[in-house]
């Protein structure tokens, strides 16, 4: 039964801190600048649980443990990417981390592994059947509410990509069938839809592993094989109906991608230019794809994420990442991305900043009819040779830059509506499109772009880095797209905190710094014409100083 946490506990006279510490350990545990204190204040406290309440029963059964609690810890876990038994343990034993998820007492329970696994299990299961990953709706609660409190514009924001493998092994054609197989029958075995001599069948082509079969076999030999596996497979299809076994679906798809049937009902394997780089990589991770970009291969997801980059802003914050597979190309992430990051940013969108990836004459119309400046840094292809500029009469010029000379042109208007420029050049005829003319004007508004415009782009580069800061070789502890999109928001909430506690901090140096300037230049005037002034101004100045502390604490200087 669905249950909302109270949002401050008792304390205990006997087991809170204040019982447990004296002196400076105290002021370091009480000092609200601290780690622990703001990372409750920012993103414990800010979780809103009424957003995970479909996840529960509403009116029978035991009440939840508090849901604040469960997502905080899972995002202290990839701060310092702990496994779970570490998380626990600090959760247990580290009044730091107990203060950090709001366990103000050191007898506060901590919920229990079961609950932590089922918690993640059940998010899980709500996003396969509802397409809704709460994480990611959590995620832009919290930061909405922090870009609201830090005045967090929005106004411009930056994108970048990042391919991520996912926890599964690199599988050869035959070792990734053998494996799907091995994991339909070994659900199957007992069942009495399999004869004697399937079953002994199987039995002999399953018992050594996959890769044992690769390495201690001819090529020849292994092509033996894969076809007999798919003949195998196509049998058992029609035998078993695709209820009965949870990994039917899989075996039925990699069949389909891995063979085709041909006019004589005969098995074929497909040739390696046939299957495609989405189709499946591995059984236990049937949601990834296989990419090669600048040589990083991957079969994994691709992450997007989006963050402001506001003019004469400290803080920037990240306002969505977005986990699709990895042959998802940059430019199907812009729109989309943009409008989720408008949904968390306070103000409308003005500029965009990306590289050349993103860009396509979809992205440049879209960002066109939102009044979104999209500024890249190049775009992919070679520089044409030809200048192209637009008279006020709609006449096309076209400037050979290697012939140094104009070149008359004639339009074209083809049946089908679309409309060419064509020139002659030596040999032959050579066309233009209205998109070779998009292309050149887009190189050049990028040279034309202040480079301090341009490089506004490059901390984003930073952000990709602490996102995968826990995995330098680009591959996650995880598998599914859902929980990779978990593990993103997770990360981005841990990365936007590291901010704003830093930015904290540097307002308090600010302070500091205020109130050492004004203490010294009014202090002396005011203890020899006026002791009350002194007093008022010495009790605001430590009301607002860090920690409560007195100003000679905290800036170092004495009054007298």
Known sequence: MFKKSPKSGQLNIFTSPKSLFSGNSLKMYEDEVAWHNQFRKQVTMRIDENLFRPLYCQDNGTPNAPVRILVAMMVLKEAEGLSDQKIFENCRFNLLVRSAIGLHNADDPVPTESTYYLFRKRITDYAKEKDENLFE???????????????????????????????????????LVHETL???????????????????????????????????????????????????????LHRFPDTENTHYQTMKRVFNEQYRVDKKKMVVAREKEEISAKSVQSPYDTDCHYRNKDDQKVKGYSINV??????????????????????????????????????????????VHADGAYHNPDNQQYCKDNEIDLYLHAIQGAKSRYQFNFSENEELSIFDTIANEIIGSKKIISKDGTVKWRIKTDKAYRYFTQKDIDGY??????????????????????????????????????????????????RCLWVNFVRILKYIKQLCQRTVFFAKFSVKSLFPV????????????????????PNNQSISENIQFSLG
């Open 526 to 545: 005011c203890r020899r014409g006026n002791s009350e002034l002194y007093f008022a101004i010495n009790s605001i100045l430590t009301a607002i100083l």
């Open 137 to 175: 709706t959590a995620f832009a609660q919290i930061t909405k509410d922090q870009c609201a409190e830090f005045e967090v514009s929005g106004k411009r924001i930056r994108m970048d990509s990042k391919l991520m493998g996912s926890n599964i092994a690199w599988l050869s054609r035959y070792e």
């Open 182 to 236: 091995r994991l339909f029958y070994n659900q199957a075995k007992n069942s009495v839809k399999l004869d004697k001599a399937t079953r002994e069948l199987l039995e002999k082509l399953l018992k050594p592993e996959g890769n044992k079969v690769v390495y201690t076999s001819t090529s020849e030999e292994v092509k033996s094989r894969l076809q007999e596996l798919g003949r195998l497979i196509y049998k058992l």
């Open 306 to 351: 989006t963050e402001s980059c506001d003019d004469n802003k400290p803080l920037n914050l990240i306002g969505h990442v977005d986990v699709r597979k990895a042959s998802t190309s940059d430019v199907d992430f812009l729109q989309r991305d943009i409008e989720k990051a408008q949904e968390v940013f306070p103000d409308k969108i003005e500029a």
């Open 441 to 490: 004007l887009v190189r050049k508004q990028i040279a034309e772009t202040p480079i301090e415009t341009l490089q506004l782009r490059n901390n984003v580069e930073a952000t990709i880095f602490q996102l995968g800061y826990h995995y330098p070789n680009a591959k996650s502890r995880y598998r599914g797209e859902i929980k990779h999109q978990m593990w993103a928001n997770i």
